[in-house]
């Protein structure tokens, strides 16, 4: 769809049609395909699940969005969906932006969910969302913090760039980029997503038609991923104090991308948050583990 500011936004729609609207925020590099796994769950819990491509992802025009940019996008979308109160679900680098939209739009939004996501990178402690990272990417993420987004792109562009030619999106053959993207992974979470499922835009979810689908959709566009990277790990333009709304956090205890510190940090400054942290349970696990649990919790939230 074209919102009224003039930019292109793409997206998907799934679950009940007449059901509780939440709305889905990816991951990075990810799209809208991320939702498809959650189509059975939102239509068995009574939800109209509506997944947005961020810009410069997919379809997506890509400017230079900020969390509080890409919160009127949603706002934008649903106005023009004519939804009037949403919830929101963010997924890893997701979550920032879903918790954007709750200290943006306290009107519009009643419930955040939150998914193994970062907290607010330079506020943590240590300042990295991750626990692995030895002293050099500890410094690289502490430099990242510090630069002006076009700098911060330029110095994560060439990583990037090696990264998807391993990758090899153009690739015609499905099984081949399925298999490179998926050894990537932890192997838990490349069982997870790789698990047989019904079909969901055309594609049975699992296949690695789909899985190349999404890769392909997530990596075509190098401005999504990089402009993720230039803001993701630099302090907020909001204050997640402020947020009024019931907000619901899930982590894995196994997670190597969000530790729960994040987790930790999130429930502490936000008034009205629940933490769960589920044992030995990976990045994407925590996710597509539960969808009906989760889009149960904030349907009734």
Do not use: K
Request: overall charge negative; glycine content about 8%; charged content about 25%.
């Amino acid at each position: 769809m074209r919102l009224a500011d003039g930019w292109r936004m793409q997206w998907w729609e799934g679950g009940a049609p007449d059901g509780v609207p939440i709305f889905f925020l990816h991951g990075c590099p990810d799209t809208r395909h991320a939702a498809y796994a959650g189509d059975a769950a939102a239509r068995r819990t009574g939800v109209r699940l509506i997944a947005v491509n961020r810009p410069g992802y997919g379809a997506s025009d890509a400017y230079a969005s900020t969390q509080l940019s890409v919160a009127d996008d949603v706002v934008a979308v649903a106005d023009r969906l004519g939804i009037d109160s949403f919830a929101v679900l963010g997924m890893s680098i997701g979550g920032p932006y879903a918790l954007a939209c709750a200290a943006r739009h306290p009107d519009r939004v009643a419930a955040v969910g939150v998914a193994a996501s970062p907290g607010s990178v330079p506020e943590l402690d240590p300042p990295i969302h991750r626990d692995d990272l030895g002293p050099e990417e500890l410094a690289f993420f502490a430099r990242l913090a510090t630069l002006r987004p076009d700098d911060a792109v330029e110095a994560m562009r060439a990583d990037f760039q090696a990264y998807v030619a391993q990758l090899d999106p153009a690739d015609t053959d499905d099984t081949a980029l399925a298999r490179r993207f998926l050894t990537e992974l932890d192997p838990r979470d490349a069982e997870v997503i790789s698990r047989p499922g019904p079909v969901v835009d055309g594609r049975v979810l699992g296949s690695d038609a789909a899985i190349a689908a999404a890769v392909r959709e997530a990596l075509t566009n190098p401005a999504g991923y990089l402009r993720d990277a230039a803001i993701s790990f630099a302090s907020w333009p909001f204050r997640p104090e402020r947020i009024t709304c019931p907000v619901l956090l899930w982590y894995g205890d196994s997670d190597a991308n969000a530790s729960p510190r994040n987790g930790h940090w999130l429930a502490e400054r936000i008034p009205r948050a629940t933490l769960v942290i589920r044992e030995q349970t990976t990045h994407l696990a925590v996710l597509h583990e539960y969808w009906d649990e989760i889009l149960e919790a904030l349907r009734l939230a």
